[in-house]
């Protein structure tokens, strides 16, 4: 990580700088992006859109001539990789929005990437080619069938020069193994295998075999009256093969490991943190809902996401989180206006930092929150066009709750709710970020000297 950034909030963070402005498509509903994931080098960002579409930006190398321009992120590739489906059988229109992308390790020269909507999941390949062949013996230029009559000398074809051409090509579609709607994908450590989890199962799938897959969780009862949880989220553990956890919408985080059984019916700890019943409320288990979960990079530690908190858990300690951050704790007393407004049913992502030492996760407003584990100290932030320039320098952003409102404080009445940061990245290994809000994705990084 980069020196000192233990000390992110103090030291770093005020002056969040822009590496590049903002990559706009217009404000149609299929150009709302759905997702945002870094490749495991950090070289290339992979973004999702409820139009089905994945944007690739790569980072440029940095620049002797131009320091500044420190590895900026550019548009590499744009594929359609889902398109809209109706399911005749049970008369049910299948979006193309991409809900979630997750990036294979590069093995080779080549770039593998699993992205999902709904109902299917596909296994992309993104690759370069800047030779082309020429010279054939059966073919002409314009690749038309020549007449073999007329072929009276063998030519051995030759690879030719070509400005680079990036393709993406479908290598897998692993199809018709959910019956509800996908809300996560994890790669395996062993990346021989990954699973796919929707709202009742989670699936284990060979990436060689599209075909069939295992089911290893599945809550859905005999009675769907009796149905009181869903599944909200599922990760594999980063370094175990064997573990994975998965969230509920009861707030509830159950680990299990495969080895116990083929069906994970029994977890192997449950991790559930006690309600106060002094906060009991009508909202209690809406807001309590887990919208992600996701290991650190250690493996030690989960951190989930419900509507007003972000929890960290220690693997060893099931009765309680070790740490709770508030998110936007102002908005408690607006909980009835967001039931109304159904905002109060959004689903926030959260992220870690490189070495695990600071969270980041979105808010309203376009206000985006981090919360340095190590000196508890957090800041509010705000990805907008008015500071959008090239290397501006990011401010932090209060929310006035009550009382006197200061000048640089914005009150909690002010806040537009249509404007929310919901998915959020960070590159695996340096301060830089995404964050996507609405149809814009900003890319920050850290001030440089």
């Known amino acids: 990580m980069t020196p000192g950034f233990g000390s992110l909030i103090q030291d770093v963070l005020w002056c969040f700088s822009q590496v590049k402005g903002t990559i706009d498509t217009g404000v149609t509903e299929s150009d709302i992006i759905s997702t945002v994931e870094f490749n495991h080098t950090g070289e290339l960002l992979a973004t999702g859109d409820k139009g089905g579409r994945v944007v690739i930006f790569q980072r440029e190398q940095e620049s002797k001539n131009q320091p500044h321009r420190r590895g900026e992120y550019n548009v590499y590739s744009t594929f359609q990789s889902h398109e809209p489906e109706f399911d005749y059988l049970k008369s049910l229109e299948i979006e193309e929005k991409i809900n979630k992308i997750r990036w294979l390790p590069q093995q080779n020269a080549a770039y593998f990437l699993l992205s999902t909507n709904d109902k299917t999941v596909k296994l992309w390949k993104v690759s370069e ?32 020069p070509m400005d680079l051409m990036v393709e993406a090509t479908p290598r897998r579609v692993f199809a018709n193994a959910h019956t509800y709607h996908i809300n996560s994908i994890s790669v395996n450590s062993d990346y021989e295998t990954y699973m796919s989890a929707d709202d009742l199962r989670i699936n284990l799938w060979n990436f060689e075999i599209t075909n069939q897959s295992f089911n290893i969780v599945d809550i859905k009862p005999a009675n769907m009256e009796e149905l009181t949880e869903v599944i909200t989220a599922a990760e594999f553990h980063p370094h175990h093969c064997n573990t994975f956890v998965y969230s509920s919408s009861k707030g509830t985080i159950r680990l299990c490991d495969m080895r116990a059984a083929a069906l994970c019916d029994r977890h192997a700890k449950f991790f559930e943190e006690p309600e106060d019943p002094s906060n009991r409320s009508f909202f209690s288990e809406i807001i309590s809902s887990i919208s992600d979960v996701k290991f650190s990079h250690s493996g030690r530690y989960i951190m989930t996401r419900d509507y007003l908190t972000v929890k960290v858990w220690d693997l060893n300690m099931e009765n309680r989180p070790i740490e709770t951050y508030q998110v936007h704790d102002y908005l408690r007393s607006k909980l009835c206006s967001l039931y109304e407004n159904d905002c109060i049913f959004d689903k926030f992502e959260c992220v870690w930092n490189g070495s695990d030492s600071v969270i980041m996760t979105g808010s309203y407003n376009n206000f985006f929150r981090m919360f340095d584990r190590n000196t508890k100290r957090d800041v509010t932030l705000e990805a907008s066009r008015e500071n959008s ?36 990245a960070w590159h695996p290994s340096e301060n830089i970020i995404a964050v996507a809000a609405t149809n814009n994705l900003y890319i920050f990084q850290d001030k440089v000297n």
């Open 129 to 160: 080619r800047d030779k082309r062949p020429e010279g054939y013996n059966l073919k002409d230029e314009d690749g038309r069938l020549r007449d073999p009559s007329m072929i009276t000398v063998l030519r051995v074809p030759v690879l030719r």
């Open 389 to 424: 320039k090239p290397r501006a320098i990011l401010k932090p952003r209060k929310v006035c709750v009550g009382g006197k409102r200061r000048k640089d404080e914005i009150s909690v009445d002010s806040l537009d709710f249509s404007k929310k940061i919901l998915h959020t």
